[in-house]
């Protein structure tokens, strides 16, 4: 027995061209049958950046905060001046403390708010702020935008927030 292998051209036509086309006609079809208006807010990742990239002021102003609110606190009060005296540097430490306490619960709050925040993009929902006294309480400097993000830094977490 002799074989022989024979080349002979291969008359079957390929039929990829026309499952492509098939396929992409098939795709647009569905992409349009079941398109909805276009809906998303970015609130929570507005304020999430705004959080991480303003924290680190809060770090600069907190003895600037920390001095200001005892002065205004003693100047609001009716204590005697023995008093005032007396509580006037242990109260700028313990709020310089408290304010830097407060920008680093910031910036946790705005790395936690940051994933959700990039996935609720495509969608109208939002996340209600983890950390209130960033909306609430009083800042040095503070601005409002309507197109990125708010600018608010200097805040005095040390005044009374509802």
């Keep these: 027995m002799n074989f ?12 990829t061209a026309q499952f492509r086309i098939v396929a992409i006609l098939l795709a647009t079809a569905v992409l349009v049958t079941t398109a909805t208006p276009a809906v998303a807010s970015t609130e929570t990742l507005r304020r999430s950046v705004s959080n991480i990239s303003q924290a680190p002021l809060d770090f600069l102003f907190s003895p600037f905060v920390g001095i200001y609110s ?52 495509p969608f109208e929902a939002d996340l209600d702020s983890l950390y209130a006294p960033v909306a609430n309480a009083a800042a040095m400097f503070e601005m409002e935008t309507p197109c990125c993000i708010d600018v608010k830094f200097g805040i005095d977490y040390t005044a009374a927030v509802n």
Excluded: K, S
């Design 4 to 15: 022989r292998l024979v080349n002979r051209p291969c008359t079957a036509r390929p039929r």
């Design 70 to 121: 005892v002065i205004t606190r003693m100047r609001e009060q009716e204590d005697p001046t023995a008093v005032r005296v007396a509580f006037f540097f242990p109260g700028i430490v313990w709020n310089t403390g408290v304010n830097i306490g407060g920008a680093t619960i910031r910036l946790v709050t705005g790395g936690l708010e940051l994933v959700p925040g990039i996935f609720l993009v």
